[in-house]
């Protein structure tokens, strides 16, 4: 049932139609509008983070189209932050939405489900993954012991270089796995070379691994255990700031007979491939949402892509869908230059449930994906050098970047707030105000509510303590402050594990690995296994 709420910007949606909705087939975008550790701690299985302090900035990016069915949510009881999105919501144009009635408070009264941890439907297909394809698996021990004997093995890292950079195995190389299809074999040359997938904990080490078995490589192949975490819970020693990468050495003459092999697990997986005259048909359908992914590296996406196409690394992109898609139902069409990554991610998105396509002519399409972004609402921005004379000048800090950066460094008298929380600002409405933030834009749409708090002279600085300190500005750290409990934009749940907590790291795993049996049936199904 549904009933308008009184500033009428949203129906409320009760959480026994909203579990309907998620499972009827149509489109929805489901928005947790509270803050990323309140998230974190608990939320819906498909819920999308897409924090109020941030609404603006990214949900057009997440959930284009205008009048797509969404419903969001937040705490309940005498939380208004789902209100408040609701308007914001309804200013950007946006026609269709919906606010669960009570919140996540009562969806779990209502005896629903609520998840733990980030990216959990990717997470949980990792886990369902190594179920249903037995990934082979090495633990750290033996792995470790192999590469003592000076063994034929190669440690291939599936994630981003800067993860890998953080800490990775002895002798690993990066090489993230949107990019195995590609590259790995100029990495394993000989097909004797065993070669050990890993990552920080399961999902990519599993996905990776999975990826090489299925396009059929001749090596042996493994997923590292429970990853770096688990190499770190056996007293193993990790590297930190390694450098070593795959390169750049494909030979032209390998691509057409890795493109075929790409192809024929794409077809064994049921991936259409489209050419950019249908596709550009999606993009004129205002019926159905349509995601243009390029799969490739970000420095090839950096030297040209499609028109308005949205960077998804391929790896991420299964590592963590619900950062770049938040429509439910969506079409996703991807695309790389060589027709070698794109069919496997498509592949793989394919089994997590999505409407996957590949794009015939990839990098070369003419294609124009229309980019909807909402520019930010005017304001003045402050360099360094006006923030200082605005200082001097008796102007109050308001701090909007994260509770971490602050709590690290920050100009001395600034006073840390978060733009759900803004009412609790002590304001004095009759002196200036800069807010300071890591971005510009996250200052300008906050300023808004500022203004509607009575402040009148508003201003910004996206500035660095670095550039704050060199031109004389005071600064100092509070470790305590802000407390943890007013953090709720810090996932304090798995912030430790890599940090000398060996606790932390298993109950990270724990949560990992348990998540297959919190899920429901609707939810298993809606994977895509059984056909394959």
């Not at 994260?402 to 009759?430: K, N």
């Not at 943890?484 to 912030?495: E, G, M, Q, R, T």
């Not at 430790?496 to 298993?506: E, L, S, V, Y």
């Amino acid at each position: 049932m549904m009933h308008p709420t009184p500033d009428h910007s949203a129906a409320d949606v009760d959480s026994h139609t909203l579990k309907q909705w998620l499972h009827d087939g149509g489109e929805i975008a489901l928005l947790d509008v509270r803050e990323h550790g309140q998230y974190g701690e608990s939320h819906l299985f498909y819920a999308v983070p897409v924090p109020y302090s941030r609404l603006e900035v990214d949900v057009t990016r997440l959930a284009p189209r205008r009048d797509v069915r969404m419903a969001i949510y937040d705490e309940g009881g005498a939380d208004d932050t789902a209100a408040r999105a609701a308007r914001a919501l309804a200013a950007l144009g946006y026609s269709n939405v919906h606010r669960l009635a009570g919140g996540i408070a009562q969806w779990r009264r209502d005896g629903y489900a609520a998840f733990a941890g980030v990216n959990v439907p990717s997470k949980t297909f990792g886990e369902l993954a190594e179920e249903v394809f037995h990934t082979p698996r090495i633990g750290a021990r033996e792995l470790a012991e192999r590469q003592r004997r000076g063994d034929d093995l190669i440690v291939l890292d599936g994630r981003p270089y800067a993860e890998y950079q953080k800490m990775s195995i002895p002798g690993g190389v990066c090489c993230p796995n949107g990019e195995l299809a590609l590259r790995a074999h100029t990495l394993a040359k000989s097909p004797q070379t065993t070669i050990v997938i890993n990552c920080a904990g399961r999902t990519r080490s599993i996905i990776g691994a999975q990826t090489l078995i299925n396009l059929g490589v001749p090596n042996p192949v493994y997923a590292l255990e429970n990853g770096t975490q688990g190499w770190y819970l056996e007293d193993l020693r990790l590297e930190h700031g390694a450098l070593r990468r795959y390169g750049d050495d494909i030979s032209p003459q390998d691509v057409p007979a890795l493109a075929q092999r790409s192809a024929a697990l794409a077809e064994r997986h049921g991936v259409p491939t489209v050419s950019a005259d249908e596709v550009q048909g999606w993009l004129r359908d205002a019926t159905r949402s349509t995601f243009v992914c390029d799969v490739r590296s970000a420095e090839e996406y950096a030297l040209g892509t499609l028109p308005g196409a949205r960077h998804t690394p391929g790896g991420q992109l299964i590592q963590a869908t619900d950062q770049y898609v938040a429509v439910r139902g969506a079409r996703i069409v991807v695309f790389d230059a060589e027709g070698v990554r794109a069919p496997v991610i498509a592949s793989w998105l394919r089994l997590m449930g999505w409407d996957a396509s590949v794009l015939k002519e990839g990098v070369r399409a003419r294609l124009e994906c229309a980019a909807d972004e909402t520019p930010p609402p005017a304001i003045r921005v402050l360099d360094d050098a006006a923030l200082a004379a605005a200082i001097a000048q008796g102007a109050q800090l308001v701090d909007i970047r994260p509770g971490m950066r602050y709590r690290d460094r920050h100009i001395a008298g600034a006073s840390w707030a978060i733009r759900p929380r803004f009412d609790r600002q002590r304001l004095d409405t009759t002196r200036p105000v800069v807010v300071l933030a890591e971005d510009a834009a996250l200052a300008a749409w906050a300023a808004q509510d500022l203004r509607a708090l009575g402040a009148t002279d508003i201003s910004a600085n996206a500035g660095t303590p670095a550039g704050w300190s060199a031109q004389g500005i005071t600064l100092e750290s509070t470790p305590a402050e802000p407390a943890d409990a007013d953090c709720i934009d810090y996932l304090f749940f798995v912030h430790d594990r890599h940090d000398g907590n060996k606790a932390a790291a298993r109950q990270y795993l724990a949560w990992e690995t348990d998540l297959v049996r919190q899920i429901d049936e609707r939810e298993r199904a809606a994977y895509r296994f059984t056909a394959h």
